[in-house]
């Protein structure tokens, strides 16, 4: 007999991870595939930290790693977000975690239980909502909408708040929308948060770097949110080390000592090679950052153009990340050979049958009506990819 615990049975399984092994059996069968489902860079970790982890290896850097990261990346950490993000940490405020993923549902777990709630604005990265289900609390939705560009306003907020929140998640750059509050916006925010002072900010910033506006705002420098503020960030978007898994959260001393005793108990610390490459990409030349930067803008100008073309997409403009998240219900009810588009969901395994290109529908970003494209991939794939999907929607009646 099977006997699962109620933890479990709560969580539904990845969207994003369930769409790539639909890819990945298509693929063995021989299927020519293209994949826009996968949030990760194509390029490959650049040369020098893949240097400095070799290295790392011949020093007999193999063994357990402190809890909480080395301290030399700890601190490497606090140089970083005081010279790129003008915000003064200490190295026991920093915990490096097995990737920015830990590091959100660390937080989690750590402020909020039963009787608690999460604002959660969508759509959202899939993951928020069941690591909050894992905590026992609730997960309450902010509907955000494509004419507002996907951003949560102040009003929105305002009427969201219960006596029982204790935490809103905020991502910037936007996963899946490619959205990016200004700071501007993020001090509105923070001026209704002042209002309700249990509210804890988990600031999701793993996308920083992949940002066509020219800079970065972080909650963090929202007037009073500093100590109310737990940012998240990590190497694998900006320095394509997604498998490395390397993740940190920056926070009060309370949450960060919190943070680390979780962690003691269930992963310890973070992988001991990892983390000297990491230090390597904080402290080595960031030129490998901008040039992948760049080519992420050119890429994004190419799928928006190209999207457009698509009958039935409505598309707006990502301002970072790399994601297209164009709204698609128009598209629904129609049919082709028997198979209905009844939602987004439908439309992205109409479009891996019909045009072999993966995507992954909007349900599970909390946006049923949109459909997320990863441009994480070449120009050369974007136009194959793009001009399939078109022929296959073009079937459509």
């Given at each position: 007999m099977t006997q699962l615990s109620d933890n479990v049975n709560r969580l539904q399984a990845s969207a994003t991870l369930a769409m790539?092994?639909?890819?990945?059996?298509?693929?063995?069968?021989?299927?020519?595939?293209i994949t826009l489902s996968v949030g990760e860079p194509d390029f490959p970790t650049p040369e020098h930290i893949k240097v400095a982890a070799k290295q790392a290896i011949d020093d007999g850097w193999t063994r357990y790693s402190p809890g909480m990261g080395y301290a030399d990346l700890r601190q490497a950490i606090v140089a970083k977000l005081q010279n790129e993000n003008g915000l003064t940490y200490k190295p026991e405020e920093i915990v490096v975690s097995n990737g920015a993923k830990q590091s959100v549902c660390n937080a989690i777990i750590s402020l909020v239980g039963p009787s608690?709630?999460?604002?959660?604005?969508?759509?959202?990265?899939?993951?928020?909502?069941?690591?909050?289900?894992?905590s026992?609390?609730?997960p309450v939705y902010i509907q955000t909408?494509?004419?507002?560009?996907?951003?949560?306003?102040?009003?929105?907020?305002?009427?969201?708040?219960?006596?029982?929140?204790?935490?809103i998640i905020l991502c910037s750059p936007c996963n899946p929308t490619g959205a990016v509050y200004s700071q501007q916006e993020l001090d509105a925010l923070a001026l209704v948060l002042e209002r309700h002072?249990?509210?804890?900010?988990?600031?999701?910033?793993?996308?920083?770097h992949i940002n066509y506006l020219g800079t970065h705002a972080s909650f963090a420098k929202a007037p009073n949110m500093f100590e109310r503020t737990v940012l998240i960030n990590g190497v694998?978007?900006?320095?394509?080390?997604?498998?490395?898994?390397?993740?940190?959260?920056?926070?009060?001393?309370?949450?960060?000592?919190?943070?680390?005793?979780?962690?003691?108990?269930?992963?310890?610390?973070?992988?001991?090679?990892?983390?000297?490459?990491?230090?390597?990409?904080?402290?080595?030349?960031?030129q490998c950052v901008e040039d992948m930067?760049?080519?992420?803008?050119?890429?994004?100008?190419?799928?928006?153009?190209?999207?457009?073309?698509?009958?039935?997409?409505?598309?707006?403009?990502?301002?970072g990340a790399f994601y297209l998240f164009p709204k698609c219900d128009s598209l629904f009810g129609k049919q082709y050979n028997g198979v209905v588009i009844?939602?987004?969901?439908?439309?992205?395994?109409?479009?891996?049958?019909?045009?072999?290109?993966?995507?992954?529908?909007?349900?599970?970003?909390?946006?049923?009506?949109?459909?997320?494209?990863?441009?994480?991939?070449?120009?050369?794939?974007?136009?194959?990819?793009?001009?399939?999907?078109?022929?296959?929607?073009?079937?459509l009646s």
């Open positions: 790539t092994a639909k890819s990945m059996e298509l693929q063995a069968q021989g299927i020519d595939i608690d709630e999460v604002l959660i604005p969508a759509p959202y990265w899939v993951s928020y909502p069941q690591m909050v289900l894992l026992g609390a609730t909408t494509f004419e507002s560009g996907f951003k949560v306003t102040p009003e929105q907020l305002e009427q969201a708040i219960t006596p029982h929140t204790k935490a002072p249990q509210v804890i900010v988990i600031a999701d910033e793993i996308y920083e694998s978007k900006a320095y394509a080390m997604t498998g490395w898994r390397i993740g940190f959260m920056a926070a009060p001393v309370w949450l960060a000592k919190a943070c680390n005793k979780l962690q003691g108990q269930y992963t310890s610390g973070p992988c001991s090679v990892s983390q000297k490459a990491a230090l390597a990409a904080y402290t080595g030349s960031q930067r760049q080519a992420f803008q050119r890429r994004r100008d190419l799928i928006v153009s190209l999207a457009k073309e698509v009958p039935g997409f409505e598309v707006n403009v990502p301002d009844n939602n987004s969901t439908d439309l992205a395994l109409y479009l891996l049958e019909y045009a072999h290109v993966s995507t992954v529908g909007g349900d599970a970003f909390g946006a049923p009506d949109c459909i997320r494209l990863s441009y994480a991939t070449s120009e050369e794939n974007i136009t194959e990819a793009l001009s399939r999907i078109k022929r296959a929607i073009e079937q």
